[in-house]
């Protein structure tokens, strides 16, 4: 697509109003009042250009805009390079009153030539809208209730948005074109404000429904930020927003792109930006303090000594018991957990790596212990596995994992709110008393769980011990699951331990074919291993089903759902950056046994858009906080869960590099593995070590998240041990077992098959 730009006049003053064509199509993006000034006290008054001057291929638009006392000279330049251009925006502070702040904000109307109406346009937010944000269909967001939307750029790993129109295949970007240098901590004092004076240089991107033209949809960029609808506060939604102060002779600057091309989808829009921003902001090199090899050093220590064993109680339960604040070491627990990401089986699975490597047989033992507890004494009759165990009390507990984990240890209202926060409470415990009725398990839990159990197997086998229980225990459960499989190919969220497919609360368990259904995003990484170790086609067929369910119902209009089994929000099944996960895992899965081009072409899909979830730049931390203090980098990391919306990250996506590292080698795309490069290297940022101990009690400690941003920050709380009411730069001040064991796989993985931690030659191997 060409650029063209004009100034047309109107009222004496001159707008900007930028045209993205080719020979068929075109997309207009204008903005009749450029700039938009708000006062701290509410004030608003717009502006146009005083007057525009050329300079080959810049334009120099000026502004002189007075405003209760304050007067402000804004040169806007503008650039014209073949499909974009590029704002960048001087202000200057001419006069002013004391304690004057400001706000400037653009509205930017867009319309395609090919749009009837609002509903004929996608959209993504990286990390936090997707599509339109309706898997329920209900005809508005699932989550925020508007399609008026804005996020600080700390919520946007890309620093950008985008519109992509089917009709014309076409699409547009605006995009934060410098990157953010400065943040301090918001006050409870500004938390109750609301609108508040900050010293940030964090500014804002948003999007909305026009109220101009049923055909325009609207692009918004704010300096400072500017959330209109917003969970970052309360599950309210409340606004908020930041002013600069200015004063006679102070000066700021800001930037941004508009970029446009065509594109056959929104995946492939999505990947441009993507692509684009990996050029402009990118740096791949992520430094570390310490080696990959001393990461997995510790992380292995850590694992290994949290082992735990109970000669006394019945059936000899053993286990690795890390679930604790960082703070605090190992605790006194009491729960064996085998859900969320499969815990004990996982680290079970890394502890027979290690064994392996360090020809240390204890290693092997306390795996094999653990193994043989859950396949003895865990497991239903049905062949379904139990999610945790309660080993004071000898019996088994069902759904308290991730943010429903309190609600174990209590049902009394305070002492849940001291764990919590008023609002999760309020939100979480009306489900908590459906499901407390219910004996059952996650689909993920479950299958987690029997993968890196059949993944113990074949490890033992290989070193010449064979655990036939184990794989008996992994066949039958397969057996259960082709039998309970829906004729769509797809499997539900969550079961009772018989096997009936839960559907109630609709909130937690879904409310449509595609939300009951995204339990299909599972399976396949199970069933598709044992097909290969048995030749029995009855398991490929049923992981085929699931993935063509999975590649129709998720990948084409980019609503990948289903990936968290817990949330912070009534609606439980949303989109979210693990759906993406194990949707890529799936398809793969799949075509690395039956080759179908489709899957593979649905893999790199996933891939694609997993990149804009992943931070692509280091988010400014106030020096005070722990991770401004350490260091911390958010370079790689991906947005975690869609209510959030990027206020946290987490560590699921190391995990996924081995998929991520398949796909780019099966189709040859070097960006891909970058992303797998920075992932890898990026999310060791938190972990203590003798080089940099974030105050841990020990090496070899993550959190499970961080804060980058806030998230029902204004809540009431005593003494929470999570991530909502932090502030930006804490930790979510829990470390689970699956943070290690999910970097581990990775790491055990990268080893085994490239055989260096180097990844030039990693990103060579993979693209050769």
Known sequence: MRADIEFPQKMEKYTISVTLSDEKNYIHIFSE????????NGRKKIFRYDSVRRDNDNYEAECIADIMGCRLKIMDTYTVCQDTVQLDRQVKCVTAEKDTAVRLTTEWRGRDGQS??????????PGSFYNKNDTDKDGCDD???TFCQDYKDDRNPLLSILEYCPGSKSYVSLIRADLPQKDVTVTREQMKQRHFVHDTDIGSLGMGISQYHRKEFVFRCDYPFYERASFCLNVDGSEWAAYKKVSAGSEFSMSYLLCAGNAEDLTEAAWRMASLQMDRILDPEVKLPFTLEEARKYRRELIFNSFREFPD??????????????RKTYGSQNILEYGFCGQQSLLAYTMLSAAKDYRNNEYKVRAVKTMDF?????????????AMYNIDKEKFVYWWTGILYPFQYSDDRKTLEGYLGNQLVSSLMPIAEKLKKVEGNYCRTMIDTMYYLFLCYLSEKEEGTEHNTWLDAVITFCDKMLEIQNDNGSWNRAYTMDGKALLEPEEWFGASEKEWGSGAIFPAELL???????????????AERAAEFVRQSYVKDITYIGGLNDTSHIKSVKIDAVGVMFAMRTMLSVYEVTKAPELIAGARDAARVLATWTYMWDIPFDSSTVLGKHGFKTTGWAGCDVIPACSYVDDEFAEFVPDLLKVAEYCKDEKLAVLARIVTRGMHHGLSMPQNMYGYAMPGVQCEGYMTSLWLADTEYTDFSGASAK?????NDTCNG??????LYNLDFIMDRYHTFDFDEIVKQTIK
């Open 33 to 40: 009042a450029p700039i938009e000034i708000t006062l701290l």
């Open 116 to 125: 009837d109406s609002f509903d004929d346009y996608q959209f993504i937010i």
């Open 143 to 145: 989550y925020l209730g």
């Open 313 to 326: 109680k019945k059936g000899h339960p053993s286990g690795f018991f890390i679930h604790f604040s960082p």
């Open 374 to 386: 859950f396949v003895n004494c865990c497991i239903d009759e049905s062949g379904l596995p139990n």
């Open 528 to 542: 598709v291993p044992v097909y290969n170790y048995t030749k029995d086609k009855k398991y490929l067929k049923a």
């Open 727 to 731: 502030n930006k730069g804490d930790d």
């Open 738 to 743: 699956l943070v290690n064991g999910q970097a």
